[in-house]
């Protein structure tokens, strides 16, 4: 058999759409933080010129933190460039998807495979010595490669352990 490696990386403009709209909600909480010079009303309560801008600056400094991840998984996205590779007698997968770690596992040490479906995410989940390697499906370049990996990895898992039966579920 040959050796099949396959594009596996995370979404760099996903992950800037969401650095813009936390920085832009960052940005208002800010803003309305710093401006509150009279009272603030809500539905529920209402806040003095100080307590809202306590509680803007709070909600500030929460949204802060997700828009800095997101522009990291933008920046690691655009940079990073990995593969899941099959060959005879192994697969080979980063760790995650902004990793540069791989893991190396035979096809003889699975023990399940389950694909599932949630939502729109399809996960292939490979079962392993107690642990659990998960691929996804938007970290592919489209689906047909996507499903291209599950077949053939099905297939060397098969061929690996055809003298067992190894439980799964792929439907």
Same mark, same amino acid.
């Given at each position: 058999?040959?050796?099949?490696?396959?594009?596996?990386?995370?979404?760099?403009?996903?992950?800037?759409?969401?650095?813009?709209?936390?920085? #832009?909600?960052? !940005?208002?909480?800010?803003?309305?933080? $710093?401006?509150?010079?009279?009272?603030?009303?809500?539905?529920?309560?209402?806040? @003095?010129?100080?307590? #809202?801008?306590?509680? !803007?600056?709070?909600?500030?400094?929460?949204?802060?933190?997700?828009?800095?991840?997101?522009?990291?998984?933008?920046?690691?996205?655009?940079?990073?460039?990995?593969? $899941?590779?099959?060959?005879?007698?192994?697969?080979?997968?980063?760790?995650?998807?902004?990793?540069?770690?791989?893991?190396?596992?035979?096809?003889?040490?699975?023990?399940?495979?389950?694909?599932?479906? $949630?939502?729109?995410?399809?996960?292939?989940?490979?079962?392993?010595?107690?642990?659990?390697?998960?691929?996804?499906?938007?970290?592919?370049?489209?689906?047909?490669?996507? @499903?291209?990996?599950?077949?053939?990895?099905?297939?060397?898992?098969?061929?690996?352990?055809?003298?067992?039966?190894?439980?799964?579920?792929?439907?």
């Amino acid at each position: 058999m040959q050796t099949l490696t396959y594009q596996y990386k995370a979404r760099s403009l996903m992950f800037f759409a969401c650095f813009l709209l936390t920085a #832009a909600i960052s !940005f208002s909480l800010y803003y309305f933080g $710093v401006m509150a010079k009279t009272t603030v009303h809500f539905k529920f309560f209402t806040l @003095e010129p100080f307590a #809202a801008i306590i509680f !803007f600056s709070l909600l500030m400094f929460i949204t802060v933190p997700t828009a800095l991840f997101c522009l990291y998984a933008t920046y690691r996205g655009l940079t990073l460039s990995q593969e $899941v590779t099959l060959t005879d007698t192994y697969i080979r997968t980063p760790k995650n998807g902004f990793s540069t770690i791989h893991r190396t596992i035979r096809y003889d040490d699975i023990y399940g495979i389950n694909y599932q479906k $949630v939502g729109a995410q399809e996960i292939i989940s490979i079962h392993h010595h107690n642990q659990k390697t998960e691929l996804l499906k938007q970290m592919c370049r489209n689906k047909a490669e996507f @499903e291209s990996l599950r077949e053939n990895l099905v297939k060397r898992v098969d061929d690996a352990t055809s003298d067992w039966k190894m439980p799964r579920n792929l439907t």
